[in-house]
């Protein structure tokens, strides 16, 4: 943008006009969404399961917030592209279709794309283009369908429990398994979707995610291959978080395991998986080095 067009960008954001601009949007978004997000806090974002979705919807208006100054840098006033609004139509026949449906991922998938629209509509379909990481992000938000979470836990919860027997036999511990059921001493445990499950792994698969944009690192294939190796290191984080359940009910009761000390936990989880990213990472960049070395003296 050339510096001409500052000074205009510049009134666009202050002021009378710029509040009364941007008043209905606002209103609009109140009307639609205030309902469906006090059901999110109050349902299902009340679960272990998805407690991940306020989480990732505030990380991702601050990613919004700290690239405000490239949006605005690109940012095309008085323009409406066909793009914006095709969008926009499309958000609010899924909210229409999700709201009097009663389809929780069409109601949080049209709040994405009708808040995409909005800033297409406003500035310009290259500060979408700028800001496309933070609505990418917002969709591990979305609820999955509850047939496809079921279809594709059960197998991943089959091998955190089987993995999780062995480590346990190896060290000698009196534990037996029957399918997600592990038997432990006089105690049974079931693995069950919060320790092993899909949504896990998507939670996790968001983390590492949000690590990269972070840190920005200009190598693709270390971005690439970390991306990749989120999904083993969500499986030992899974495994780590099941260990250390069945040792807090063997050691201390059933009680301690289903009580303060199993959300820790979840704790526990989130720190070890961040502890693997982090440890990848350093080793994808020393190898990377090693590389660039090696090229440099050939």
């Given at each position: 943008m050339?510096?001409s067009?500052?000074?205009?960008?510049?009134?666009?954001?202050?002021?009378?006009?710029?509040?009364l601009?941007?008043?209905?949007?606002v209103?609009?978004?109140?009307?639609?969404?205030?309902?469906?997000?006090?059901?999110?806090?109050?349902?299902?974002?009340?679960?272990e399961?998805?407690?991940h979705?306020?989480?990732?919807l505030l990380?991702?208006?601050?990613l919004i917030?700290?690239?405000?100054?490239?949006?605005?840098?690109?940012?095309?006033?008085?323009?409406?592209?066909?793009?914006?609004?095709l969008?926009?139509?499309?958000?609010?026949?899924?909210?229409?279709?999700?709201?009097s449906?009663?389809?929780?991922?069409?109601?949080?998938?049209s709040?994405v794309?009708?808040?995409?629209?909005i800033?297409?509509l406003?500035?310009?379909?290259?500060?979408?283009?700028?800001a496309?990481?933070?609505?990418?992000?917002?969709?591990?938000?979305?609820?999955?369908p509850s047939s496809?979470?079921?279809?594709?836990?059960?197998?991943?919860?089959?091998?955190?429990s089987?993995?999780?027997?062995h480590i346990l036999?190896?060290?000698g511990?009196?534990?037996?398994?029957?399918?997600?059921?592990?038997q432990?001493?006089?105690?049974?445990?079931?693995?069950?979707?919060?320790?092993?499950?899909?949504?896990t792994?998507l939670?996790?698969?968001?983390l590492?995610l949000?690590?990269?944009?972070?840190?920005?690192?200009?190598s693709?294939?270390?971005?690439?291959?970390?991306?990749?190796?989120?999904?083993?290191?969500?499986?030992?984080?899974?495994?780590?978080?099941?260990?250390?359940?069945?040792?807090?009910?063997?050691?201390?009761?059933d009680?301690?395991g289903?009580?303060?000390?199993?959300?820790?936990?979840?704790?526990v989880?989130?720190i070890?998986?961040l502890?693997?990213?982090?440890s990848?990472?350093s080793?994808?960049q020393?190898?990377?080095?090693?590389?660039?070395?090696?090229?440099v003296?050939?």
């Open positions: 050339n510096t067009t500052r000074p205009n960008l510049v009134s666009k954001l202050q002021g009378r006009d710029f509040l601009e941007w008043l209905p949007v209103v609009g978004f109140a009307v639609l969404y205030v309902p469906s997000f006090y059901n999110l806090f109050t349902g299902i974002w009340m679960t399961e998805q407690a979705g306020p989480i990732i990380l991702a208006f601050w917030w700290r690239q405000r100054e490239q949006i605005l840098a690109v940012a095309q006033f008085n323009r409406a592209p066909l793009f914006g609004w969008l926009f139509v499309a958000g609010l026949l899924i909210y229409i279709a999700g709201r449906q009663q389809i929780l991922a069409f109601e949080i998938g709040f794309m009708l808040t995409a629209a800033l297409v406003k500035l310009g379909t290259e500060a979408l283009r700028v496309w990481f933070p609505f990418f992000f917002m969709l591990f938000m979305i609820p999955l496809v979470v079921s279809a594709l836990t059960l197998p991943m919860k089959m091998a955190v089987y993995v999780c027997e036999f190896w060290f511990y009196p534990i037996a398994r029957t399918g997600v059921i592990l432990i001493g006089q105690y049974q445990l079931l693995v069950a979707d919060a320790c092993a499950g899909l949504q792994l939670t996790l698969e968001a590492g949000f690590y990269l944009n972070l840190v920005r690192h200009t693709a294939i270390r971005n690439i291959g970390l991306a990749i190796l989120i999904i083993p290191i969500s499986f030992t984080a899974n495994v780590t978080r099941v260990v250390t359940l069945t040792l807090v009910t063997y050691y201390f009761g009680a301690a289903q009580g303060f000390l199993h959300g820790f936990a979840g704790m989880l989130f070890s998986a502890v693997l990213i982090l990848l990472d080793l994808l020393w190898l990377a080095r090693l590389w660039h070395a090696r090229k003296a050939s």
